[in-house]
């Protein structure tokens, strides 16, 4: 099945950091998500994105959702170590069709 | 404030034997979806319910069946578990025909087949 790529896999950075991630498909997606796992836990939704160009922040989260419709970014801010966990973006091409998500990036914060 | 409840948490099963995982959302969601999460390779859909009454395959629906009881519940089973099943398994439910809703998980099924 299509995946969406996800980069990078892991990341390991220093508290205070500001952390970059993105994903990108060949195909255009409608609306862009992204999730973060933690341990033992189910994924839990931080951003949602319907728009192309659309720049949606929550607290130390900011997300875009590409020009083309075909990736998206996440950058989160002077990191702390809550932060740690899995993000999960997810792509969806029409309003109740499926999620495509991409691998995940395993974010590890030091203190 | 439950949201998408998922049992049991853990399980281990030998190879053959059958479960049922069970699934249930209070947030009068139309659409319920079942994934599976395995290492380094993100989640993937097995089937889902875009309503009461209709299920529909996803990416990897062999060797599971699925039941949508009534709005609010969804289960999974597997008839005969095999290794290859071994993985976490999570239940989602969606608010579907309104803009693109996104999806809601619960905690998770870790399920271990022997």
């Known amino acids: 099945g299509q995946q969406l790529n996800q980069s990078p896999q892991s990341m390991f950075i220093q508290e205070g950091e500001d952390v970059s991630m993105n994903c990108t498909s060949s195909?255009?997606?409608?609306?862009w998500l992204w999730y973060k796992q933690e341990p033992g836990e189910g994924p839990v939704l931080l951003i949602a994105?319907?728009?192309?160009?659309e720049l949606t922040s929550n607290g130390r989260l900011t997300a875009q959702f590409g020009i083309t419709r075909k990736d998206s970014f996440l950058n989160i801010s002077a990191s702390i170590p809550s932060d740690v966990g899995i993000y999960f973006c997810?792509?969806?091409?029409?309003?109740?069709?499926?999620?495509?998500f991409g691998e995940g990036t395993q974010l590890t914060v030091n203190p | 404030n439950a949201g998408v409840t998922q049992t049991p948490k853990f399980q281990v099963l030998k190879t053959g034997q059958s479960m049922t995982l069970q699934c249930a959302q209070d947030?009068?969601?139309?659409?319920m979806y079942w994934y599976r999460q395995d290492p380094g390779m993100g989640l993937r859909l097995i089937y889902y319910?875009?309503?009461?009454?209709?299920?529909d395959k996803g990416e990897v629906p062999n060797g599971y069946n699925v039941s949508r009881l009534n709005k609010r519940e969804f289960s999974l089973r597997l008839e005969s578990a095999a290794p290859s099943q071994t993985s976490v398994y999570f239940c989602?439910?969606?608010?579907?025909?309104?803009?693109?809703?996104?999806?809601?998980f619960g905690d998770g099924t870790r399920l271990s087949i022997l």
């Open positions: 989602a439910s969606s608010a579907e025909g309104q803009n693109n809703q996104p999806q809601h």
């Open positions: 195909s255009i997606f409608n609306t």
């Open positions: 994105l319907y728009k192309a160009g």
């Open positions: 997810a792509g969806q091409k029409t309003s109740g069709s499926r999620l495509t």
């Open positions: 947030m009068n969601h139309n659409s």
């Open positions: 319910s875009a309503s009461e009454g209709t299920t």
